[in-house]
């Protein structure tokens, strides 16, 4: 059992964080976002899982254009 523990800490650390940052901006708890987005990828084959892997690669795009910066030289 001790596993399934260590596999879920291993995806909820490495992983894209989207349930956590949209939980954060919401003001909801993280588990709702996923567990949302687990019904919706059932309910429609799919959609809920490509729209999360669009949001992910949307968030890292973002991430990488407003990097905050210590100082001018940290180009």
Excluded: H
Excluded at 20 to 34: L, Q, S
Excluded at 37 to 53: C, D, M, Q, S, V
């Amino acid at each position: 059992m001790r596993w399934i523990y260590d596999l879920l800490y291993y995806f909820q650390k490495r992983g894209f964080e989207v349930c956590r940052r949209i939980a954060e901006r919401w003001g909801i708890r993280a588990r709702v976002v996923r567990t949302t987005f687990i019904y919706l990828t059932f309910a429609t084959l799919g959609f809920g899982f490509a729209l999360y892997l669009f949001i992910a690669f949307w968030l890292k795009i973002k991430d990488l254009i407003y990097a905050k910066r210590t100082s001018v030289f940290d180009l």
